[in-house]
């Protein structure tokens, strides 16, 4: 029996041919999309159906796959601004993630999958550190059940590294202990929305031993496996100190290759990692927002898209960002590497919507389940209303409306697994003014907590709460 029909709209599949379907319909039952076809015979096939979404005007996007996050650093934005990385790390980033609590973690992870939710998200891969509080995990699992985002949870590991705080470290039979405690318990729950992954911080923040640990349980358990790497410089050189290689090269030493690794940043992969990258079908999560941020530098990414490595873009933390947004990342994806290339051709508005859908699915190892609109496919897709905003209009061509005028105000319904979680500009799975309100709470109280913010002698109040 069908669930839902969103009727009569314009279908961005991103399918194997890049079709952009005019007056279709889009018939979902339970979880997956059952049917796609042209509006008129759609409507005579399916009748009384339980929900019908009126979509004439309006375009049909896959969900965006947001490949990289720390969603706890949601309550971190603009306490970071203006710092080179080894500051911003040691001055706010860790101070804060020491003292975090299960409180504190579940409303920055509500408000980060919100704001996922709200710019056209749909999964999301988050990256927790490891935490001096037992279980504290489970506080971003929490969210991901309460909004029903399709969530993967990468379980964090520190166990070495210059300038880390002891309490945010753990030793390799504890991260083991914690995963698979955490695998058991979620991985495969919420009909397969959330899945659970190996999250070493990066090859200089881990021993020999942890790398080795983890990659064997990520090969134990069937499961992804991803890291920082070659962020800046100094992830290089500090691996080289450690290990006596540069970080890829540990990889490849270790033997901690294959389709199963998504590699995040990749600023300074040279031609060699990269061969390595394409050869063993490793997979990159490109922050173009983040690097900006940091001003970690310019990934070679059309560079590795031309070699045949599969890229997924990302927020990254809200930390290094100071939003969630996926449309902005959309955005700036091609801007920066069109000026950095001084190419305008370099990077197209389609290949990028391509990079936020179906290769950030092929990047976490679930192209057969999302990230186009197929028969067969999970229903995770948003309605875009382009005129929600003065910003998308005139509309032109939907892919490059979504590229470069796309706004959260047009992102009017969201379906996840065939579920609706957002209808006519309207969260429907839990109360939005809550959520805000208390994650500012916690930010407050995180900040002061951490000493990164002078609360009482703010000149501003931050709504009437
Ligand atoms: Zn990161």
């Given at each position: 029996m069908t669930d839902i029909i969103v009727k009569n709209a314009t279908v961005v599949t991103v399918n194997n041919k890049r079709e952009i379907l005019k007056d279709h319909s889009i018939a979902i039952e339970n979880d997956r999309i059952t049917e796609i076809g042209p509006a008129n015979e759609m409507a005579q096939k399916f009748k009384g159906v339980k929900k019908e979404i009126e979509a004439v005007g309006k375009i049909v996007f896959p969900g965006f796959v947001n490949t990289h996050n720390h969603l706890f650093q949601t309550l971190l934005k603009g306490l970071g601004d203006d710092k080179v990385l080894s500051e911003w790390f040691t001055t706010m980033t860790a101070p804060s993630a020491k003292l975090l609590t299960e409180e504190a973690v579940y409303n920055a992870a509500m408000l980060g999958c919100l704001e996922g939710i709200n710019s056209g998200t749909t999964t999301v891969l988050d990256y927790m550190y490891p935490h001096?509080?037992?279980?504290?995990?489970d506080s971003v699992i929490r969210a991901f059940k309460e909004l029903q985002i399709r969530g993967i949870f990468g379980r964090g590991s520190v166990d070495t590294g210059i300038g880390i705080p002891q309490e945010i470290m753990q030793d390799p039979g504890t991260v083991e202990k914690d995963f698979i405690r955490l695998f058991e318990t979620y991985h495969g729950s919420e009909n397969g929305r959330i899945r659970i992954w190996l999250a070493p911080a990066a090859v200089w923040l881990a021993t020999e031993e942890m790398l080795l640990t983890t990659w064997r349980l990520a090969q134990k358990y069937n499961t992804g496996f991803t890291i920082h790497i070659s962020e800046t410089p100094f992830d290089r050189q500090a691996s080289a100190e450690l290990h006596g290689q540069p970080d890829m090269e540990v990889l490849q030493k270790l033997r901690?290759?294959?389709?199963n690794v998504l590699l995040v940043h990749c600023v300074y992969l040279t031609e060699r990692d990269m061969r390595m990258a394409r050869f063993y079908d490793m997979k990159v999560s490109h922050n173009p927002v983040s690097n900006m941020y940091l001003a970690s530098g310019v990934a070679p990414i059309p560079r590795m898209i031309e070699s045949g490595i599969t890229v997924g873009i990302a927020t990254d933390g809200a930390a290094s960002n100071n939003t969630n947004d996926m449309l902005e990342v959309v955005r700036m994806t091609p801007l920066l590497h069109k000026v950095h290339t001084m190419d305008p051709t370099i990077l197209t508005a389609a290949k990028v919507l391509e990079m936020a859908t179906i290769d950030g699915a092929r990047a976490i190892g679930l192209e057969a389940e999302i990230g186009s609109l197929e028969?067969?496919?999970?229903a995770d897709l948003f309605i875009y209303n382009p005129v929600l905003s003065a910003r998308s209009i005139p509309m032109n061509n939907p892919v490059s409306t979504i590229v470069y005028s796309g706004s959260e105000k047009c992102v009017e319904t969201v379906i996840i697994d065939g579920n609706i979680l957002k209808e006519d500009s309207r969260l429907l799975v839990a109360d939005e003014e809550k959520i805000l309100q208390n994650a500012q709470k916690s930010a407050d109280k995180l900040s002061v907590m951490a000493g990164t913010a002078k609360i009482k002698e703010r000149p501003w109040q931050v709504l009437a709460f």
């Open positions: 001096p509080v037992p279980n504290l995990s901690i290759t294959g389709p028969t067969g496919k999970k």
